[in-house]
């Protein structure tokens, strides 16, 4: 069975049809989800539909893109959210240069305290990185016995040795279906004990479902591009991210 390592159950359009989106899922093999947040609103959101739905796991964090609304006293609040039993990480953190919705500072700032947060209890991250190679790599050599995910991976593959140096797994979306896309190449010299998989739905729908919402049943297609890429089976692929994901988030121990 697959696991979606990162979707957001909580956008209007998977969260109203919630049951149909997990039973298409099922019917495509996926049995686990993890439902990242941004913000600590829809934190809240994903603590509920975890907790509401058993195949659901939740995480907690800011977005680089929230980070200069985030509220004053966050780290409390950021916290109390993190104790819940179907929390599985800190996230979704990190930085992301190429839209510039806010500060670099700020960023650097958030993420950073998150990351203090994540040892502090104990959790792995989720983390974004868009055109900020540089300092999420200087960041992160900051906190040596910390573990995650990057996300939606898209950088070079000097970038993700270096990460799995550091002990983080590379976690590919629907982006590495896309014609002309450097990715499979990227992904074709990861080793299989450093992948997930994940579709970031609503957004990042592979190939055929390109340009339409994206959801869960259709992490099955990054899958299969990887056991393409990778000239193995899909069950091979399902059976080693599965147990990815599950080493580093700990799913039933929760």
């Known amino acids: 069975?697959?696991?979606?390592?990162?979707?957001?159950?909580?956008?209007?359009?998977?969260?109203?049809?919630?049951?149909?989106?997990?039973k298409r899922a099922s019917d495509s093999g996926v049995d686990k989800f993890?439902?990242?947040?941004?913000n600590l609103n829809d934190a809240q959101e994903c603590v509920e539909l975890a907790e509401n739905f058993k195949p659901i796991w939740a995480t907690a964090g800011i977005h680089p893109?929230?980070?200069?609304?985030?509220?004053?006293?966050?780290?409390?609040?950021?916290?109390?959210?993190?104790?819940?039993?179907?929390?599985?990480?800190?996230?979704?953190?990190?930085?992301?240069?190429?839209?510039g919705l806010t500060d670099q500072k700020i960023q650097k700032k958030y993420f950073r305290k998150q990351l203090e947060i994540a040892i502090e209890?104990?959790?792995?991250?989720?983390?974004?990185?868009?055109?900020?190679?540089?300092?999420?790599?200087?960041?992160?050599?900051d906190f040596p016995n910390?573990?995650?995910?990057?996300?939606?991976?898209?950088?070079?593959?000097e970038t993700a040795e270096k990460l799995i140096e550091l002990g983080f797994l590379i976690s590919f979306s629907g982006n590495l279906t896309f014609k002309n896309s450097q990715l499979p190449e990227v992904a074709s010299k990861i080793p299989l004990s450093s992948l997930l998989v994940?579709?970031?739905?609503?957004?990042?729908?592979?190939?055929?479902?390109?340009?339409?919402?994206?959801?869960?049943?259709?992490?099955?297609?990054?899958?299969?591009?990887?056991?393409?890429?990778?000239n193995c089976s899909l069950e091979t692929i399902a059976k080693r991210t599965s147990e990815n994901a599950q080493k580093l988030f700990k799913f039933s121990i929760r």
């Open 65 to 99: 893109h929230d980070a200069k609304n985030a509220p004053i006293k966050f780290e409390d609040e950021l916290k109390i959210l993190l104790n819940n039993k179907k929390i599985v990480a800190v996230g979704e953190i990190g930085l992301d240069y190429f839209r």
């Open 1 to 22: 069975m697959l696991t979606d390592t990162h979707c957001h159950l909580y956008y209007k359009d998977l969260k109203k049809d919630i049951h149909n989106v997990i």
């Open 198 to 230: 994940e579709t970031d739905s609503p957004y990042l729908s592979p190939v055929p479902f390109r340009g339409k919402p994206n959801e869960p049943a259709r992490v099955r297609y990054v899958a299969e591009k990887l056991a393409d890429i990778h």
């Open 146 to 157: 910390l573990k995650g995910v990057a996300h939606c991976f898209s950088s070079t593959i």
């Open 121 to 141: 209890m104990k959790l792995p991250i989720v983390f974004h990185n868009r055109e900020a190679d540089k300092d999420i790599i200087s960041t992160l050599s």
């Open 34 to 38: 993890v439902c990242v947040s941004t």
